[in-house]
């Protein structure tokens, strides 16, 4: 395994290492790209496990999971008004366009993402496996009606299904709570069918998401990991690009996209 830092910009002067990471990618048709909350970050969203991340000053079993929300419903009402705010001003970074471009330049090109900020569509991906949900949209929590967005949403006040009287909550998906199948079957067949598999950063901690590049790894895929540091499955990756993603992202992209002109 090789750890490369300092990510070349001008691939006629890249080492051989980093040669053979952009021939894979070259020759590759069929690459899948795993995001988790540090793609977002240079967009201005905190991530969850980083020293100035969400989970430093706030508690997930409060705040992300059902017992969480059923004891204290608006206190974790609030704290997902509060992200909605941040997100709903945020705008996608170079690392969401770069990935975004990559669904021309592949033949089969699947994004699976944990992120719940919308920012991938906003980005211009398209068919974007959500895993873990959306934070835009609601649901009851008795009759699973959707709630439909309406100034309500925007009040301090946890909504109350308008057919039932059940208490509404954000469409994510929680500590314990099963991940949404059609979705977690794309994702599985996405990652074992793969030639090269990105995970991008995320710290490969929450399971089942944390399964995927190494299911990628067992089906014979080269994965690449882009984060600012080593992770859980560093260790099992092919290549360890450190670095930020709104970054190297771009730089393999320019890469990649010439030495194809090129051969054309
Ligand atoms: C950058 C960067 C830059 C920063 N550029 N990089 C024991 C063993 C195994 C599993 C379990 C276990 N005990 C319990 C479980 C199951 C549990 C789990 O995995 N827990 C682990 C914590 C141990 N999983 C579940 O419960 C899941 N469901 C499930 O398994 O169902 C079956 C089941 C049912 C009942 C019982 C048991 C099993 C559900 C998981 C749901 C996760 N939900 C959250 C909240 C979503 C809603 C919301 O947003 O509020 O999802 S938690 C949070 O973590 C969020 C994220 O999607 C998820 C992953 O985080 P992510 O994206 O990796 O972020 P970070 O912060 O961890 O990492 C950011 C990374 O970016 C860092 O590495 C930085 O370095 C990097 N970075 N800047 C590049 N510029
Ligand atoms: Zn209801």
Redesign the pocket.
Known sequence: MLFVNNFLILYKNVMKFESELIESLVNSKRVSVL?????S??SGIQ????PD???AKFN?AE??SMDGFMSNPKLVWEW?QY?RSVINNSKPNP?HYAIAEMQEIFDEFSLIT???DRLHHKAGSQNVIE???N?IENFCVECKAPFESSDDVNDDEVPICKSCGGLVR?A????????PEPQMTQAYKAASNSEVFFS???????????QLPLIASDSGAVVIE????H?AISGRVDFCLI????EILPNLLKIIKNIKAEKI
């Open positions: 995001t988790g909350a540090g793609i970050a240079e991530t969850f496990r980083d991340g969400l989970w997930p705040l992300a997902y992200r690392g944990q992120n719940v895993l873990h949900g934070i954000p994510v998906v929680w500590f314990g709570e099963s991940l991008i950063g995320t710290s490969a901690e929450v399971y089942p998401a944390a882009v984060n600012t540091k992770t670095g930020k993603s709104g």
